[in-house]
């Protein structure tokens, strides 16, 4: 019978087993994965098979697919030990530095041709010359049709939705301009700080780390013009074209007190653990519309969350009301949820207004049927299918656009869990207030 191999470099770090094996080892349960998957672990640290199993601590029904071996050297000899295998996908869990060798090593090794591909996690690059270097490397081994690069938040539930709501909702599709947006609020704050991941995070810090992905991707499905199709190529050149009119107006960097003391942390670190950026977008729908993301670790709460704001009604039947502004609340986690701010007249005999939010919750619409986004990104991987994975040429625009924002600048610092002010956003939505409406 013919088999699948998954094999994670990298399999001793942190990824693979606070994400990896526990996504794997759940899709293993839902019968998801191909019948004959052997998922092997690599990494330089010596396990055996069993010892790997005892570290990634997952089920022992999953286990009966996990095996481990100890660095890349006669890899492909080994793989093939388990019989007939018509695909191999291999995912670098490694740090980022080590790709370009990892990929010249995989490819020495002779694991290349039609049935071989390759998962790579963000971030790709650090800036927009490494980023073009690392494709050219790549692109001397392994052609474009089989890399994948990861952004996990395109998996998650509520990220794939927007495009849904935007295109497939005429009531919101139409009023998707600077004429009736005001402007877009993009936020995402975690309580915790670095934890273990000094070593990465110093050097990169949260622009880099959150900014140029995961909240850059929000920022393009919002904005961009709808695609020909929702296939991830074209989704891919409206976001190209967006991004290549997208610019970085401003930028604030903050750093939390006590972050130099972290262990692994440079003590004289002016690594940013906060950033609040302001961008414009140049086009006829968007000229003059602030667009701020703001993210930071060891935040006073945890989520992610965007706002569409609204102008407020210029009919003069309400000129002696203070009306608030319609607003479009997507909540990304920890709960999933859309709710949108209406105003409403306050029901008795005179007229008052007051706002109130139509809300949808995933919890209470689909409870118990939502993948997790690394569930789904391994799954399609292994099933070639490259929707919910980004290009590299979207990656490298978005370096392009992030870079002036990278430069070492003045710091504010914060108190671990509280938050620094907005100082770009003067009409920051208060988050807080949708948190707990699902
Ligand atoms: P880790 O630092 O835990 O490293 C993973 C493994 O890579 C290590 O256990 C190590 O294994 C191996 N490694 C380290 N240095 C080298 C080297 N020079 N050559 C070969 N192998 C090396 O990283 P994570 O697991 O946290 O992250 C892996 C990737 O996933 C990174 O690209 C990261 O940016 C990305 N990522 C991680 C997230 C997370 O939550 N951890 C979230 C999103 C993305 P050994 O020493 O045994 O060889
Ligand atoms: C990773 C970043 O890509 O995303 C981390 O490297 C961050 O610093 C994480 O904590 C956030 O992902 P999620 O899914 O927990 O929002």
Redesign the pocket.
């Known amino acids: 019978m013919s088999k699948t191999v998954l094999l994670i470099l990298?399999a001793?770090?942190?990824?693979?087993k606070?994400?990896l094996i526990p996504a794997l080892s759940t899709i293993y349960s839902k019968n998801m994965l191909p019948e004959e998957l052997i998922v092997i672990g690599s990494?330089?640290?010596e396990y055996t098979t069993d010892e790997f199993r005892t570290h990634v601590n997952t089920s022992e029904e999953f286990c009966k697919c996990l095996y481990y071996y100890t660095g890349l050297k006669n890899i492909k000899e080994y793989i093939y030990s388990f019989g007939n295998i018509t695909k191999i996908v291999v995912f670098l869990?490694?740090?980022?530095s080590?790709y370009k060798q990892t990929i010249e090593d995989l490819y020495n090794e002779n694991l290349h041709g039609d049935n071989v591909s390759i998962i790579i996690?963000?971030?790709f690059g650090v800036d927009v010359y490494s980023a073009l270097e690392l494709e050219k490397n790549i692109l001397k081994y392994y052609p474009t049709k089989s890399i994948y690069l990861i952004d996990?938040y395109l998996a998650k539930e509520p990220v794939q939705n927007i495009l849904i709501f935007r295109f497939a909702n005429r009531i919101f599709e139409t009023n998707w301009n600077r004429f009736h947006i005001e402007s877009i609020q993009i936020n995402c704050s975690e309580t915790i700080g670095i934890e273990d991941?000094a070593k990465?995070f110093d050097k990169s810090g949260i622009i880099r780390d959150m900014i140029q992905s995961h909240l850059m991707q929000l920022l393009t499905i919002l904005t961009m013009e709808t695609p020909k199709s929702n296939f991830q190529h074209d989704i891919e050149i409206e976001k190209v074209k967006l991004l290549k009119k997208l610019k970085v107006i401003n930028f604030v960097r903050g750093q939390y007190n006590g972050y130099t003391n972290e262990k692994g942390v440079d003590s004289k670190s002016t690594t940013e653990t906060y950033a609040e950026v302001e961008f414009r977008i140049e086009s006829d729908r968007w000229h003059n519309i602030p667009i701020y993301i703001k993210t930071g670790k060891a935040m006073e709460r945890q989520g992610t969350e965007i706002a569409v704001v609204f102008r407020n009604s210029d009919n003069p039947i309400f000129k002696n009301d203070k009306l608030q502004k319609n607003a479009i609340i997507f909540t990304v986690q920890p709960q999933s949820g859309i709710f949108v701010d209406l105003v409403n007249k306050v029901p008795g005999w005179g007229v008052s207004l007051t706002n109130a939010n139509m809300s949808f919750c995933y919890s209470s619409k689909f409870s118990g049927n939502i993948p997790d986004a690394y569930q789904r990104l391994l799954v399609d991987a292994i099933n070639s299918d490259k929707s919910l994975f980004a290009g590299v040429e979207e990656t490298i625009e978005a370096w392009r656009v992030i870079e002036p924002a990278l430069q070492n600048s003045d710091l504010i610092y914060y108190d671990r869990g509280k938050n620094p002010p907005d100082i770009l956003n003067k009409n920051p939505i208060d988050f807080n207030n949708y948190s707990n409406l699902c």
């Open positions: 990298g001793s770090g942190d990824l693979t606070r994400k990494a330089r640290t869990s490694l740090p980022p080590t996690e963000k971030p996990h991941r990465y």
